[in-house]
């Protein structure tokens, strides 16, 4: 794992997806999971704003690794956020 990349465990729910927060060399930097992706990386199905955080908490290393990687190959959005879609 790039030591340089840290995930806060502040965690925000919306309405199809969580929004989580990783800081690299001082800098927030927000990323996002939809609840379908989610669903296939926990292989959980249902996800919704009331089981979200708990299904997250379940395969959070999986979603940070995926995050990781993007932030690695800066494959941000146009608001310089993380999505995994």
């Known amino acids: 794992m790039n030591q340089s990349i840290i995930f806060t465990d502040q965690l925000f729910i919306e309405q199809d ?14 990323c996002y999971v939809s609840f379908t992706a989610m669903g296939q990386l926990c292989e959980q199905q249902g ?9 997250f908490e379940l395969c959070r290393f999986d979603i940070e690794d995926k ?6 190959q800066e494959s941000f959005n ?8």
Not at 17 to 30: C, E, L
């Open 67 to 72: 995050a990781e990687a993007l932030i690695g």
């Open 47 to 55: 996800i919704n704003q009331f089981n979200a955080a708990d299904v």
């Open 78 to 85: 146009d608001n310089g956020d993380i999505e995994l879609y």
């Open 17 to 30: 997806r969580v929004r989580f927060i990783a800081q690299q060399q001082g800098v927030n930097i927000n």
